[in-house]
């Protein structure tokens, strides 16, 4: 059910303006922890998708919340690892809809579990001025920012302009020249710090709690491969945990359904 927050937020009073209102599904206790964004783009490498994958993971282990926009790509991949119970996902829509719609079974399961936020009451649909406004909301929630991806141009980069002028610490992924130009350049420029040793960098916010034993495949498909790279790596469990409802193949990318 949409209810409406009536109480303030700090950190959102970093935003360039406090929002009007907010809107929330979920479990608010979350905006109570210790909390990190992650963004990047909707069509990240493969070494992104991996890199992601496990920080986000470990933040969690460490007891920390991981926010990000709902969005394809290294968004999806954020929220997923991180667990369903402990994400939060700032939406560019009236919370009525599950926007983007390929993500609507993630959406609902953070939805159950953990918090989605908006600042657009019912109805709002995807208007493309509503997303500077959702990644600012993004960014202010966290208490860093991490850059998983993004070239020199992209919606990506604006998020940086808004945790830079909040006065909020930037970390991003190295790549090799010619990929992610625009994290490269931050690094070049000083104005972020690269993360080289996950466990080193998740150590400056919290212990990491080993969780119980994961199901590698599912692990896996966290990552949204290819249903051909699946089947090349686990040809049986595509097929099983594909039958027991566990995963759905969507434009031929394997997504987790549990």
Known sequence: MIQKINFKIPELYLMKKYPNDLYYIGNTNLLQKTKISIVGSRTPNQYSRHMISQISSKLSQ???CIVSGGAMGIDAIAHQ????????MVAGTGLDKRYPAVNKN???KIEEQGLVLSQFEAG???NRWNFP???ELVVALGDILIVAY?????????????ALKMGKE????????GDSDGTNKLLE?????????????VSLFGYITPNATKDEFLEYCKNNPTYDEAILKYASKVFEYELNGKINIYNGVIQVCI
């Open 81 to 88: 690892n991180a667990g369903y119970d402990n994400t939060i």
């Open 62 to 64: 460490s007891n920390i």
């Open 150 to 162: 993004a070239d020199i141009n992209s919606g990506t980069m604006r998020s940086v302009e808004y």
């Open 189 to 201: 420029n000083g104005k972020a710090k690269g993360i080289y040793d996950i466990d080193k960098f």
């Open 124 to 126: 709002v649909p995807s």
């Open 133 to 135: 406004l959702r990644n």
């Open 170 to 177: 930037v970390y991003v992924l190295p790549h090799r020249i």
């Open 106 to 108: 993630m959406i609902q």
